[in-house]
């Protein structure tokens, strides 16, 4: 079946330094590529979102790049906080007939202070 | 404005017994999802509402599972003969009803089967 893969599981950064996390994904026909952040406890969060017609969006310190001929699309955190601590799930949506999304496995990402 | 809410946020039930988990969507918005989000792992689809009608129930495991959105509103996922397996955070989404537009998920709530 359709899947995204993310990588990597676990990251572990110095305080100011930067984060990237990477995701495949297998449909082709995919189009919109969210990001959501989940601290425990709670409900995974929108940071950043990019559509099929761009290869490239930023958002102060949060950037998404996407190769849709690679199919893959990467998340880039600059200038890390330790509030940015938490697990990072990259998607992708089905857009043929249902909205659902498929989820990567999840990122957990820990910046050290 | 207010996010989509949950409630319980946390549920414990006994094995074989029923169970039912409540989302309150974003007002005005007219798709409404559920997923189940296991230990360690990312949400997974168990079914999506375009008002009142189930327009994708592709994702619920068994016919234990069932949800309803009587007014196309609030929507209720209902289990039944709940079993040790169906342990894991249940999370409801909402978005505008278009497929482009960004689903917003809720709090989740927390299904522990003993």
């Known amino acids: 079946g359709e899947n995204v893969e993310q990588h990597p599981s676990t990251l572990s950064v110095q305080e100011g330094d930067s984060a990237v996390i990477k995701c495949t994904y297998s449909d082709s026909a995919s189009n919109y590529f969210p990001w959501y952040k989940q601290e425990l406890g709670k409900g995974p969060q929108l940071i950043i979102d990019?559509?099929?017609?761009?290869g490239e969006k930023k958002d102060q310190r949060i950037a998404v790049t996407l190769n849709k001929t690679a199919k893959h699309f990467s998340l880039h955190i600059t200038e890390t906080q330790p509030e940015d601590s938490a697990v990072y799930f990259c998607?992708?949506?089905?857009?043929?007939?249902?909205?659902?999304?498929?989820f990567g496995t999840g990122t957990r990402l820990k910046v050290l202070a | 404005g207010a996010g989509v809410s949950q409630t319980p946020s946390n549920k414990v039930t006994e094995k074989g017994k029923y169970v039912e988990l409540r989302c309150d969507p974003i007002s005005g918005h007219t798709a409404l999802y559920w997923y189940r989000q296991s230990l360690g792992q990312g949400p997974e689809f168990l079914i999506y509402?375009?008002?009142?009608?189930?327009?994708?129930d592709s994702g619920l495991p068994n016919d234990r599972f069932f949800a309803v959105r009587p007014e196309g509103s609030v929507s209720t996922l209902k289990i039944q003969r709940t079993e040790r397996g169906d342990s894991a955070v249940y999370l409801c989404a909402s978005s505008l009803g278009l497929a482009t537009d960004t689903q917003y998920f809720g709090p989740g709530t927390r299904l522990t089967v003993l």
């Open positions: 509402f375009q008002g009142t009608g189930a327009a994708d």
């Open positions: 998607a992708a949506d089905r857009s043929e007939g249902t909205y659902k999304y498929i």
């Open positions: 990019i559509r099929s017609n761009v």
